[in-house]
């Protein structure tokens, strides 16, 4: 049987950004393909880089859904099932907005794929394929091992996506995360991730966990195993890490380059409103904990969720310069988005506030960078132009110039001063 791995771009919601360039491997579809067994094969198309040869023969179309790429994967799986080919969706999106998934594919999986695989292969050959599966929480990723050889020829940035754990303890209002884990965090099992960077020879890794400090314990256990293997890491990680000065030290000693934290915001009533725990408990100050962390060495990835009931058109303005005050590597400026399931979804229906018929990710008018709800103290549209003109204040030349000159982080050494080059560059072209 062939089995054609889809990971869909954003279709025709992108507008003012190009979010396509510099795109990575998609790991969700290489575990997949490392769960085929011969004679089984699996080719992966990525919609974001490619075109997807909807005519070619193939047995069976998997694709992974999130909000943002719904409506483009509906249609990519509406033409597959035109030509007859049966097709499976699993993914976050999927899990979310369950009844509506499961009108555009043959089959749905809701959680991960790995325990429930096998059960849908049987099923398959036997044509007996359900309509929803529902697979049992566990250890994630358990003795499976991601198939990357899909992804050769692909282009894709030049570092590994990996997972350490999944899930996360926090409850934020506006994330995804609590819904599909149910507010849990697991690890797996050390000895399989060891394995897998050794199997696959994996030198530079971003650790795609929730987030990565969320276990410190076996977390400390992990990185001491990880400091022979001398590979270069970075993580998403919340920014409570700073407190534990034996964490930041191993991951220092492991090879940690630095890591994407989501700030989400620099006033503490947006923070309390977001319901962003790890930001609020028993640390305030933003500009202490970058420092600690500069004195490691950490380059610092910031996200920002900009919208909230307390943002106004010059708050945003000066998160923006309180990213470059502190010579972030990277910041991102992302529009509050009220995701489906999520407690800043129910409250905005309940209050009346939402926009594109409360469905803004299967609605044809939505675009990218676009608010899709009515925020307090502003205009949705104020709100959409203050977050592309914060992109591109960032991304600005003179931010560029300004926030290189650290010593300690950006202009560290050579490797550091090309990452900040190369990704800089690639985000200025992507929001202007
Ligand atoms: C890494 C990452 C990125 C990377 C992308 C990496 C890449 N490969 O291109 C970057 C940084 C670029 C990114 C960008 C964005 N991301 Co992102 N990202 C993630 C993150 C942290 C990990 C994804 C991952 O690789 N997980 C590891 C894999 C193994 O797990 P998985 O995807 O859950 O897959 C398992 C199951 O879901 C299931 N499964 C998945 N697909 C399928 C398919 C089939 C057929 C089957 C049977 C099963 C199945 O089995 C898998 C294995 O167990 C997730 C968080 C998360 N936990 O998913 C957010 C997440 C997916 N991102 C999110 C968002 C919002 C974004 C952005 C929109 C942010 C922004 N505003 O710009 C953008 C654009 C997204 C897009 N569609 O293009 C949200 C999506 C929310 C939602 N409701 O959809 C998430 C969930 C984060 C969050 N906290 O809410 N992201
Ligand atoms: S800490 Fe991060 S992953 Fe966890 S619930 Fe909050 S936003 Fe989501």
Sequence with gaps: MKITLIRPGLGDIISAYNLNEGSMEPLQLAIIAGLIKEPDEAVLYDDRIEEIPFDEKTDLVCITVDSFSARRSYKISNEYRKRGVKVIM????????????????????????????????????????????????????????????????????????????????????????????????????????????????????????????????ELKIFLKELIPLKIKWASQSSIDMVKDKELLKLMADSGCIGNLIGFESININSLKWYNKSPNIQGFNSYKEGLSILRDYGFLTWGSFMVGNDFDTVDTIEQTVEFAIKNKLTLAFFNILMPYPRTKIFEQFKKENRLLYDGHWWNHPDFRYNQATFKPKLMSAEQLSQATIKANRDLYSISSITKRAFDLKTNMRNIVNFMIYSRFNYVLRNTSI
Excluded at 116 to 123: A, S, T, V
Excluded at 128 to 146: D, H, M, R, S, V
Excluded at 155 to 179: D, E, H, T
């Design 90 to 217: 699993g993914g976050m999106h999927v899990f979310l907005m369950t009844e509506e998934a499961s009108q555009y594919a043959d089959s749905i999986v809701l959680g991960d794929v790995e325990p429930i695989w096998e059960q849908l292969m049987r099923d398959i050959k036997l044509q007996k394929l359900q309509k929803i599966y529902k697979a049992p929480f566990g250890t994630p990723q358990e003795g499976c091992f991601p198939n990357r050889n899909i992804f050769k020829g692909k282009n894709y940035l030049p570092v590994s996506l990996l997972q350490f754990s999944r899930g996360c303890k926090f409850n934020c209002a506006f994330c995804s995360i609590s819904q599909f884990f149910d507010h849990s965090h697991k690890c797996r099992k050390i000895d399989d991730v060891l394995y897998e960077i050794e199997k696959d020879k994996l030198k530079t890794i971003l650790f795609v966990d929730d987030n990565m400090v969320a276990n410190k314990p």
